[in-house]
């Protein structure tokens, strides 16, 4: 909680700080939405990712590449985020979207200066991070995790999560071995000093089957319904989709284009995106395409929406367990701007 705060308070001084300038930027653009049936003029979007480009991304890459935002009257900017991340420069108008996460977001509607911070579409239907580690390290549940070395991040959340796991199934959190240590390289963290790793299937999950690698892997949501939160979310600044209605919902149905063409076309957008990002592993970026194709969307007909009973359940969740403050229900998201 206390970690929490912190980071709230160093993105409300910025925030602050670009007060006047976001709302001087939010009125421009709002202008320029007016102005576009008469002189052509397109709306100008800055949306900030969350990490370097992936997967999570493609259908905003798609989106820009196949023209659908141009179609939409709109001219978007695709930034990398600062070290305070996204929601920093959406708080402060700098970025008039960007990606952030459910669990992340809490502090921002518990703070008491208010943000202007709303989550709009979730990218992914359902949290996809979980824990993995080594087929011959035998950890095929939680329980499994006593006796194991788990890299840690360090985060009171992230710690109340896996011991809430580790006893729902029956093990002892005292016994699982917490290592202090920021894994960027899973592969290679699994055969060295590390058994068990947080991630994300889609990006860290597949890296290690491209390393050859074979694996065990549970996920949060399986074992604690409460954790199937959103997770990543595409954020907007709350006064721009107030002055600038008619653009926030163009921009969002076109980047529901783009992700519904990488649902159908996985291999295709997975050469968009890197087109776009060339860095990227072409092999890596082509089975995460494909495996995320069925998890954009999942059994929701609506690309986007967010279930507010799952939604607060979550929040709930935390204030149960004095990791936050209570957030009331419904707060913090929309469906209101997804197309229908």
Known sequence: MKRFKKIVSAVLVTALAFSLCACSGNAESNNAGENNAGDGEKTEITFVLDWAPNTNHTGLYVAQELGYYEEAGLDVTIVQPPEDGATMM??????????????????????????????????????????????????????????????????????????????????????VNLIPEYVTDVPSALQQDIDAVWVYYAWDGISTKQAGLETNMFYFKDITPEFDYYSPVIIAN????????????????????????????????????????????????????????????????????????????????????????EIPAGTGFTNEYLSK
């Open 90 to 175: 959406v708080a402060s108008g700098q970025a008039q979207f960007g990606i952030d996460f459910q669990d992340y977001l809490a502090p921002v509607f518990t703070s008491e200066d208010e943000m202007p911070v709303t989550a709009v579409a979730a990218i992914i239907q359902h949290n996809t991070s979980g824990i993995i580690s080594l087929k011959e390290d035998g950890i095929t549940s939680p329980a499994g995790m006593e006796g194991k070395n788990y890299a840690t991040w360090g985060l009171e959340l992230e710690q109340a999560m896996i011991k809430n796991v580790v006893e729902a199934d029956g093990g002892d959190y005292d016994k």
């Open 238 to 325: 709350t006064d721009f989709l107030e002055e600038d209605e008619e653009a926030a919902k163009a921009f969002l149905d076109a980047t529901r284009r783009g992700y519904e063409y990488a649902i159908e076309n996985p291999e295709e957008a997975a050469q968009i995106l890197c087109k776009q990002v060339p860095e990227l592993d072409e092999d890596m970026v082509k089975e995460s395409q494909i495996w995320l194709a069925d998890q954009y969307k999942a059994e929701v007909d609506q690309w986007g929406y967010i279930d507010q009973e799952r939604w607060d359940a979550f929040y709930t969740w935390l204030y149960e367990n004095g990791l936050s403050e």
